[in-house]
């Protein structure tokens, strides 16, 4: 990872600790680790963090995702394989990354709590959450994956 810019790991190791600490909170969550890496490339696509978008896609495809699957995440409205579950993962990443385009609804809210039960729907925010942070640093600091 390359950037002219401040190099925060070196420069303010206590606040990359802070974020990676809300990082390894997920490993306990109930939700599949394939969700969570479908929900870090969507995030990454809406946020422009080519950093994020390079290391996820990658965990992703480790994870046994396919690279057809991860091809059409720009698309998933109107692509046809992915479950009623990750739709509903999806739907909530696009609202809560996109706050600015408007406030989450009860319609999408009724939607994703169809498909998740509370405990799951908090897990699910926080993973979005930590997504946007990485991406809020990644961009911000200009930060590139390996060549």
């Known amino acids: ?3 002219k810019r401040n190099n925060y790991h070196q420069t303010a190791p206590h606040v990359f600790k802070a974020i990676y600490a809300l990082e390894q909170t997920q490993a306990a969550f109930s ?3 394939s969700l969570r890496e479908l ?3 969507r995030a990454s696509q809406l946020n422009g963090c080519a950093l994020c978008l ?3 896609s990658a965990d992703a495809l480790k994870q046994g995702e396919s690279a057809r ?3 059409a995440l720009g698309a998933w409205h109107d692509a046809p394989f ?3 579950r990750e739709r509903a993962a999806l739907l909530w990443t696009d609202a809560m990354t996109q706050l600015t385009e408007g406030h989450p609804s009860d319609a999408v809210y009724e939607q994703v709590a169809a498909q ?3 405990s799951e729907i908090a897990e699910l925010t926080l993973a979005i959450v930590t997504i946007n942070a990485w991406n809020r640093f ?3 600091f200009a930060m590139q994956p390996a060549k």
């Open 82 to 84: 992915f479950s009623e």
């Open 138 to 140: 990644g961009v911000g």
């Open 54 to 56: 390079d290391m996820h």
């Open 116 to 118: 998740f039960d509370e």
């Open 39 to 41: 929900i870090k490339v």
């Open 69 to 71: 699957r991860l091809l």
């Open 31 to 33: 939700l599949e680790g």
């Open 1 to 3: 990872m390359t950037s």
